[in-house]
T-cell receptor, first 114, second 114 residues
Framework: SQQGEEDPQALSIQEGENATMNCSYK?????LQWYRQNSGRGLVHLIL?????REKHSGRLRVTLDTSKKSSSLLITASRAADTASYFC??????????????FGQGTILTVHP | KAGVTQTPRYLIKTRGQQVTLSCSPI?????VSWYQQTPGQGLQFLFE???????NKGNFPGRFSGRQFSNSRSEMNVSTLELGDSALYLC?????????????FGPGTRLTVL
């Protein structure tokens, strides 16, 4: 079963605009990771944010984490047509025997029009 | 550094057959996790191996099994294939604990069961 929800399910924007995707989850986490997937291919790791971090940047990506609300957001600034892909958040649960298990959201399909 | 490799990339089988998929992690990575991706269920965790030991298993029937070798390469096996096993199978490697580190995914094996 999925850990949580991603919002929106689909997002269509023009090149140069910013894209924001949100992710909510249900349990206490060790970290949250964002991935990109192009058209049924493998997942590309974008960024990992740990439970004790609130914000992280990587190039045009900005991720925030609010553990009190159990939510995260991914902001892509100055989007490009090449950013067109599905974006997934995945959580690694804290404690227990979850070890390497990542629980994925259902993803946001981002389309960037040239 | 070479990424995660998976073989074969595409596979067509018929119901009742069995299949073995292979995954070679990034050099130096000791954790390998497997995921199944379908349009209906999304990305679901199958199992994780670390130092040749299965540390965690998802909610899949016993027809799904795996193993890890001393060089960290991993295989997963599906016996008595069903139509519903058609999916993209992804493996991911992580340096140490898959829970605390980034997981890097391979391109996947697309399995079609006829």
């Amino acid at each position: 079963s999925q850990q949580g929800e991603e919002d929106p399910q689909a997002l269509s924007i023009q090149e140069g605009e910013n894209a924001t995707m949100n992710c909510s989850y249900k349990t206490s986490i060790n970290n949250l990771q964002w991935y990109r997937q192009n058209s049924g291919r493998g997942l590309v790791h974008l960024i990992l944010i740990r439970s004790n971090e609130r914000e992280k940047h990587s190039g045009r990506l900005r991720v925030t984490l609010d553990t009190s609300k159990k939510s995260s957001s991914l902001l892509i600034t100055a989007s490009r047509a090449a950013d067109t892909a599905s974006y997934f958040c995945a959580t690694a649960n804290a404690g227990g025997t979850s070890y390497g298990k990542l629980t994925f959201g259902q993803g946001t399909i981002l389309t960037v029009h040239p | 550094k070479a990424g995660v490799t998976q073989t074969p990339r595409y596979l067509i089988k018929t119901r009742g057959q069995q299949v073995t998929l292979s995954c070679s992690p990034i050099s130096g990575h000791r954790s390998v996790s497997w995921y199944q991706q379908t349009p209906g269920q999304g990305l679901q965790f199958l199992f994780e191996y670390f130092s040749e030991t299965q540390r965690n298993k998802g909610n899949f029937p016993g027809r799904f099994s795996g193993r890890q070798f001393s060089n960290s390469r991993s295989e997963m096996n599906v016996s008595t294939l069903e139509l519903g096993d058609s999916a993209l199978y992804l493996c991911a490697s992580s340096r140490l604990s898959g829970r605390e580190n980034e997981q890097f995914f391979g391109p996947g094996t697309r399995l079609t069961v006829l």
